[in-house]
């Protein structure tokens, strides 16, 4: 049986309220908002773009689907969780500053702000998920607090899993910092001699004091590196590698085991929406304005996690004439979906049904 994927065309030099009438109808025709009971916890789960990113989905195109969510219960809420690097968004405090600087003020987005992992993010309840590669995660204990989710996603590339989309959103976006760490320690970057120009770019950045001078090269230090994957992104010369098959694979996989466990406490409560306008290489946690990789194409919407992904790449895809998230960085992206299917946590045969704008 094919999950059936909703589809709305979209351009993002549309006026901002078009934009939101457009994921409102969306949105209503997944049929999912009668689901929603009026005592519920409804988590509204969203990245805030990290400081000097301007990708992110903005407030105001979410404003028709938070409408409909507080029609049916008055208790719904934005939230993340925080970040595993230290930038702008590794706190509670800081996080919501930053919210609120991107446009997610109240009178806006009409329903607070709530970081799930807590102040610093500790605030983490365990999940057993019996995986092939995770046994107990580790999740933000907000998202478990929560009767239904809405996961508003950003579409875009990533440098350690090719995509970041629904799942990426749900697996990683979910996890604690813990979870994160889980995550990422799969990730083993190395510097390449023979390309690195001694800048010191990386060691600036990177969150774990990993990258040190050693004897006039810079190499990094296993036992600290966390994988956070900061140091491949600020290189401009290529000199940082990963093994891409190998260690994207195992934090793919990761991923989706993680996605598994949230999705299985939401059950029936759960929605995918993703926005495929100003995809660009990198992901929102980077601190810059980028390109877009592709013109914008409109927003997609699914109960099914792995089916909005799949059709969402595809329309990229199609748009593009090309695989632009191959183009980004050379990483095999399909492992999410694969083994997200392989485990349950959703199809890649989908019906796109569009909806006429
Ligand atoms: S940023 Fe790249 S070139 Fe500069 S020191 Fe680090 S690895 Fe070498
Ligand atoms: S991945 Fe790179 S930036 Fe991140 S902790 Fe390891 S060495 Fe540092």
């Given at each position: 049986m094919k999950s059936k994927v909703f589809f709305i065309r979209a351009r993002r030099g549309e006026p901002a309220e078009e934009i939101a009438r457009k994921a409102r109808e969306l949105y209503l025709a997944l049929g999912?908002?009668?689901?929603?009971?009026?005592e519920d916890f409804v988590a509204l789960k969203i990245h805030f773009g990290e400081k000097g990113n301007k990708g992110h989905v903005k407030p105001r195109w979410i404003t028709g689907i938070i409408d409909e969510v507080l029609k049916r219960s008055q208790r719904a809420f934005l939230s993340d969780s925080n970040t595993l690097y230290v930038g702008n968004r590794s706190n509670s405090v800081d996080h919501i500053r930053l919210a609120w600087e991107h446009g997610f003020t109240p009178d806006v987005v009409k329903v607070p702000i709530i970081i799930a992992d807590g102040l610093v993010g500790r605030d983490k309840t365990e999940v057993r998920v019996d995986g092939q590669r995770i046994k107990s995660s580790r999740i933000a204990s907000a998202f478990l607090m929560s009767d239904a989710m809405v996961c508003l996603t950003h579409v875009t590339g990533h440098v350690q899993s090719g995509v970041g989309a629904a799942i990426k959103n749900l697996g990683m976006g979910c996890a604690s910092r813990a979870g994160k760490l889980d995550q990422h320690s799969v990730v083993h970057p190395r510097i390449e001699a023979r390309k690195c120009r001694n800048c010191g770019v990386c060691i600036q950045y990177c969150p774990a004091g990993a990258i040190v001078q050693l004897n006039g090269h810079v190499a990094i230090d296993d036992e600290k590196c966390i994988g956070c994957g900061e140091c491949l992104v600020v290189?401009?010369?290529?000199?940082v590698k990963m093994k891409w098959d190998e260690d994207s694979r195992r934090l793919q996989e990761k991923m989706a085991e993680y996605a598994l466990a949230v999705k299985n406490h939401f059950g029936e409560k759960i929605c995918f929406i993703n926005f495929i306008m100003?995809?660009?290489?990198?992901?929102?946690?980077?601190?810059k304005t980028q390109e877009s990789i592709v013109e914008d194409i409109g927003m997609a919407a699914s109960l099914d996690p792995v089916a909005v992904d799949r059709a969402s790449i595809d329309l990229v895809k199609q748009q593009a004439g090309r695989d632009a998230f191959r183009a980004g960085y050379n990483i095999d992206w399909s492992v999410q979906l694969s083994y997200g299917e392989k485990i349950g946590l959703g199809r890649q045969d989908y019906e796109l049904v569009e909806i006429e704008s």
């Open positions: 999912f908002n009668e689901r929603i009971e009026p290189c401009k010369f290529g000199a100003q995809v660009t290489k990198d992901c929102d946690c980077m601190a």
